[in-house]
């Protein structure tokens, strides 16, 4: 017992003088936003939980209280894509690649600018087999699941980047 707990405390103070750290919850330069988009696109609805979870940004939903928020977050577009990346010999598609695209933007509610119009685009390749079809529809729907959360906390990310309002 006491061999082991001799090799872990190296270890512990090599992680600790290295800088290592949890990841936090972000530190946010406002309070309240608007999410100014489709109410009812999983993105929005993943977006808007992930800021509230943080319990330091009140989201406002109501577009009839939107002076109440201090950042609006402009949600430009939103895109599923699904791309033919490799065929066969006799034409079958044999390989997708699977895109989600988001181009958004950040102002205050007298209309400055915080964050110009940003993409940010997520991609997985996955093979594809017709007689694979029903599990192959299942990994595209979780694929898709999961480059959404990376978006999001990409978003998330560069939300907390901003400094001053």
């Known amino acids: 017992m006491q061999r082991r707990t001799a ?6 103070l090599l992680l600790a003088g290295c800088g290592f750290k949890l990841r936090q919850a972000p530190d946010f330069a406002f309070d309240s936003a608007f999410i100014n988009g489709l ?3 999983p993105l929005v609805i993943e977006l808007r939980r ?3 979870a943080t319990d330091r940004v009140e989201v406002v939903q109501d577009p009839r209280q939107m002076e109440r928020a201090q950042v609006i977050i402009d949600l430009l577009s939103d895109q599923r894509e699904k791309v033919v990346v490799a065929l066969n010999a006799s034409g079958q598609v044999r390989q997708f690649q699977l895109r989600v ?6 102002r205050t ?4 600018e915080l964050i ?3 993409e940010i685009l997520q991609q997985r390749d996955i093979n594809y087999s017709e007689t694979l079809a029903l599990a192959k529809e299942t990994e595209e729907a979780l694929l898709y ?3 959404q959360t990376d978006v999001v906390q990409q978003l998330m990310r560069r939300l907390a980047a901003v400094r001053e309002l």
């Open 7 to 12: 090799l872990i405390w190296p270890m512990g």
């Open 39 to 41: 109410n009812n696109s």
């Open 50 to 52: 992930n800021l509230e």
């Open 101 to 106: 695209r988001l181009r958004f933007k950040l």
């Open 109 to 112: 509610l007298q209309g400055k």
């Open 116 to 118: 110009s119009p940003t």
């Open 145 to 147: 699941k999961s480059m």
